[in-house]
Each structure stands twice: as C-alpha cells, then as structure tokens.
C-alpha cells in the first residue's frame, strides 16, 4: 500500500528526451512483471472473485475458507441499488474535498520532460471531515450497521467501477505523449497493458486520477467499513467487543499516519513508477477497502473474547510495528529531504555513480527494508484479536507478507540496475532484506 522505496529516487535536471529515442526505448521496454500475458488474463478474473468470496465466507457461520463448495450468494445479496449510489456518493465526495484549497501543494519527482507535478496534500482533512460527517450521521440514527449487509453489492460496484475506470484509462491513453507513458506498460500487449497501465500520471486538467485514488476513497473507506462492522456488532450485541474495537483503533492508525505523512507517497513505486491501469486502479478501489478489513467483517459473526493480558500483549505488538515502520520511514524521508540534518547527518552511507547516496546505517543498515518488517508486524496483530480458530482473519497477514516479499524483489531489481556496483556493496553490508537473520 503506502509502503515507499527507502532509496532516494530524486534525479537532477534532465533534457527533454529525444522523441525517437524515447519511442524507442518504449517499444523494447519488454520486461513484464506479474506473470505477464497469464498473469494480465487471469488476475482480474480471480481477485475479484476473491474479493466476494473472502466476504461471503467472513459473513457465513462455518468462515471455513477449505469448505467446498464455497457459500454461494443469490442474486439478491450481490445487488442492492443503494449499493452504487453509496459507492458514487463516497466517491464524488472525495473527488470534491481533493479539490478543495486546504492543506499545502507538493510537487512530485522530476518527470521524463524534465517538468514536476503538483499535488494536494489534504487527505487527512479528509479523513477528518469523513470522520466529522460520520459522528453527525451516527447522532441523527443513521443506521451504519447495515454496512454488514450492504458489504457484498458495494463490493460488486466496485469491482464494475474498477474495470470500467481501467478501460477509460487504457483508451486516453493513446492520447498522451510518449513521455507522459510508463516504461512498463507499452509492451504492444493490449491485455498487459490494460492490466499494469500505459499512462504514468492520468489526469483531468489538475485532477490527478491515480494520486486520488492511491490515498483516498478506498483507504479511508476501509475505516467506514470497519466503523460499520462495528455499529453492526452493537445492533447484534448491545456494545463493541474488545476485539472488535482493537481492529478499529488499530487500522485506523495506520490509515491515519498514511494521510498524515501523504507526501511521502510522492515518491513511492506506485507513483514513480507504474503506470496506472487495472491493477492499481483495483487495489485501490476494491482490494484495500473489502480485503483489509477482514477480520472486522470476521468478528460480526465469529465474537472473540479478550482477556486484558491478551488484549495489552497485542497492542504492544502493534506499537513495536508502528514504531519500527514510522521511524525507519520518518529517517528515509529526513534524509531524502536534507541528508545535512543533525538526525541523519552522522549516518554512515555508500556512494553511486548518480551522484546519490545509500543510508546503511540507522533502521536501514538493520535491514533493507524496516518498514516492511513494522508493516508486518502490525499485519499480525491485526489478526490476533480473532484467535485461531479460523484462518480467515490471517488471509490479510499472509497475503501482505507474499506481497511485500515481491515488492522487495522488484524494488531489488530496479535499485540494482540503477545503483550497480554500490548497490552490491549495499546487500553485502546489509545482507537481510525484511527479517533480520532469516531472510
């Protein structure tokens, strides 16, 4: 999700690229990731479907995710027609608080063109605006539990609005100039291309299509969600669990440091270097709000008991990965912005040939990448709160950790074409890329 490359990816003046040079470079930018042509065709086949059926089996009395065949929905719970119009709702919503003139202006990295973007960074205001106009909603009786039976249909529409946003986005893209283009995603495979996205940085006149939906209606609706799994547990049991109330508080923080520190996505790999096509426009839109948030859905159906010893060993889980994944990042970003500043000034690091340094000392000489293990960690106890007795509320953990171990190898691959030799003498000194002495 938010997890940033801890290397400095900022680069000096750069000239206009020759336009031939650059189609060029385009056209045998052949490399794919994913699975490539497979993996375009069968992934947003399969993780849709796994989307509904992660939610089915959260709402179903067994929560047996091995249980075959696997609780099928009728038509009626895959569609209400509330469903869209809480979805488009939440969505033009956001779309109009990003366009309000709070919170300051950041420009993004140097482009192609030698040109720098510009950015509002105001998505935590609004979170809070969301989080002011959910108390008022709460307070007039709204009722916020039916979320719980609304899950499947609002997931539905997302999944719709995900493929037909992707579409629009593959068509513009043929539009756009050739410096406007991700290296990536202009293969000449039409189904690779729709899947990893051809365009870098869409937008409508000053609209940024991928920077709004990287932070905003899908992240901060995971906390909508989760806040209306709980309301569906007091209407079933007269008040939250402590489980429950731990998986609130506990992804809430995370989405909220997200926002707070949202600058720093500017130069994260989803921004910097994919373009923006159906696997990032899904990940934002229906993968982080439906499957995230799993072990909230879990908890309406499956209540856990939580005894205060239980209850303290995994906050202080929490707050070991919230300090390792905000410290480590906080040191990235201090010395990406100043490496003169007395926090990161004695910090030992490695030359390279761009002219740019390597930290490899402090969070980053412990391992390559702290911030994933402090997302981990957090992962886990996320999913502590739902006991072992079922599986499901581990899918998030499991998958995040599959996640984070391919976006080390990418972030490997990259660093190491683009740092060579001092990249080399980085992973010797620093041999551990995620867990120190394990892998």
Same mark, same amino acid.
């Given at each position: 999700?938010?997890?940033?490359?801890?290397l400095?990816?900022?680069?000096?003046?750069?000239?206009?690229?020759?336009?031939?040079?650059?189609?060029?470079?385009?056209?045998?930018?052949?490399?794919?990731?994913?699975?490539?042509?497979?993996?375009?065709?069968?992934?947003?086949?399969f993780l849709?479907?796994?989307?509904l059926?992660?939610?089915c089996v959260?709402?179903s009395h067994?929560a047996?995710?091995?249980?075959?065949?696997?609780?099928?929905?009728?038509?009626d719970?895959?569609w209400?027609?509330?469903a869209?119009?809480?979805?488009?709702?939440?969505?033009?919503?956001?779309?109009?608080l990003?366009?309000?003139p709070i919170?300051?202006v950041?420009?993004?990295?140097?482009?192609r063109?030698?040109?720098? &973007? +510009? @950015?509002p960074?105001?998505?935590?205001? *609004? #979170?809070?605006?969301?989080? =002011?106009l959910?108390?008022?909603? /709460?307070?007039?009786?709204?009722?916020?539990?039916?979320?719980?039976?609304?899950?499947?249909p609002?997931?539905?529409?997302?999944i719709?609005?995900?493929?037909?946003?992707s579409?629009?986005?593959?068509?513009?893209?043929?539009?756009?100039?050739?410096?406007?283009?991700?290296?990536?995603g202009?293969?000449?495979n039409p189904?690779y291309?729709?899947?990893?996205?051809?365009?870098?940085?869409?937008?409508?006149?000053?609209?940024? &299509? +991928? @920077?709004?939906?990287?932070l905003?209606? *899908? #992240?901060?609706?995971?906390? =909508?969600?989760?806040?209306?799994? /709980?309301?569906?547990?007091?209407?079933?049991?007269?008040?939250?669990?402590?489980?429950?109330?731990?998986?609130?508080?506990f992804?809430?923080?995370?989405?909220?440091?997200?926002?707070?520190?949202?600058?720093?996505?500017l130069?994260?790999?989803?921004?910097?270097?994919?373009?923006?096509g159906?696997?990032?426009?899904f990940?934002?839109?229906?993968?982080v709000?439906?499957?995230?948030?799993l072990?909230?859905?879990?908890?309406?159906?499956?209540?856990?008991?939580?005894?205060?010893?239980?209850?303290?060993?995994?906050?202080?889980?929490?707050?070991?990965g919230?300090y390792?994944?905000?410290k480590s990042?906080?040191?990235?970003?201090?010395f990406?912005?100043?490496?003169?500043?007395?926090?990161?000034?004695?910090?030992?690091?490695?030359?390279?040939?761009?002219?740019k340094?390597?930290?490899?000392?402090?969070?980053?000489g412990?391992v390559?990448?702290?911030?994933?293990?402090?997302?981990?960690?957090?992962?886990?106890?996320?999913?502590?709160?739902?006991?072992?007795?079922?599986?499901?509320?581990?899918f998030?953990?499991?998958?995040?950790?599959?996640?984070?171990?391919?976006r080390?190898?990418?972030?490997?691959?990259?660093?190491?074409a683009k740092?060579?030799?001092?990249?080399?003498?980085?992973?010797?000194?620093v041999?551990?890329?995620?867990?120190?002495y394990?892998?």
């Amino acid at each position: 999700m938010h997890s940033a490359l801890h290397l400095s990816t900022h680069r000096g003046a750069i000239m206009k690229p020759n336009s031939q040079a650059l189609k060029h470079k385009l056209s045998h930018d052949t490399e794919t990731e994913f699975g490539g042509t497979l993996g375009a065709i069968c992934i947003p086949i399969f993780l849709p479907l796994t989307v509904l059926f992660l939610i089915c089996v959260s709402q179903s009395h067994e929560a047996s995710v091995l249980h075959w065949p696997p609780p099928l929905p009728s038509a009626d719970q895959l569609w209400d027609p509330l469903a869209p119009k809480l979805l488009l709702g939440w969505i033009a919503l956001h779309a109009l608080l990003y366009m309000m003139p709070i919170g300051k202006v950041s420009e993004g990295l140097v482009l192609r063109d030698g040109t720098r &973007l +510009k @950015y509002p960074i105001n998505g935590f205001h *609004g #979170l809070c605006i969301s989080g =002011v106009l959910l108390m008022l909603l /709460l307070a007039l009786g709204a009722p916020l539990g039916y979320l719980f039976e609304l899950l499947l249909p609002v997931a539905v529409c997302a999944i719709g609005v995900s493929f037909l946003l992707s579409i629009y986005l593959y068509i513009r893209s043929f539009w756009a100039p050739l410096h406007a283009l991700a290296l990536g995603g202009n293969t000449g495979n039409p189904l690779y291309d729709f899947f990893i996205g051809r365009e870098l940085n869409p937008r409508i006149g000053n609209f940024d &299509l +991928k @920077y709004f939906c990287e932070l905003r209606p *899908g #992240l901060i609706g995971w906390v =909508v969600i989760n806040l209306g799994m /709980l309301m569906k547990e007091v209407e079933l049991r007269g008040s939250p669990s402590l489980a429950m109330i731990l998986v609130n508080c506990f992804q809430l923080l995370y989405v909220a440091d997200a926002l707070w520190n949202e600058e720093a996505v500017l130069t994260t790999m989803d921004i910097v270097h994919d373009g923006f096509g159906f696997m990032l426009v899904f990940g934002d839109l229906a993968w982080v709000p439906f499957t995230y948030g799993l072990q909230a859905a879990f908890l309406v159906m499956h209540p856990q008991t939580l005894s205060l010893l239980k209850a303290a060993a995994i906050i202080a889980l929490n707050g070991v990965g919230y300090y390792i994944f905000r410290k480590s990042n906080s040191q990235k970003n201090q010395f990406r912005r100043d490496p003169t500043h007395p926090s990161v000034a004695r910090l030992e690091t490695i030359a390279t040939a761009t002219g740019k340094r390597l930290l490899v000392s402090g969070w980053w000489g412990l391992v390559r990448h702290p911030n994933y293990l402090g997302d981990l960690l957090m992962a886990l106890a996320w999913s502590l709160p739902c006991g072992f007795s079922h599986i499901l509320p581990y899918f998030y953990v499991i998958y995040f950790t599959v996640l984070l171990i391919h976006r080390e190898a990418r972030d490997e691959r990259q660093c190491r074409a683009k740092y060579g030799l001092a990249w080399d003498t980085y992973c010797r000194r620093v041999p551990y890329r995620i867990f120190p002495y394990i892998y």
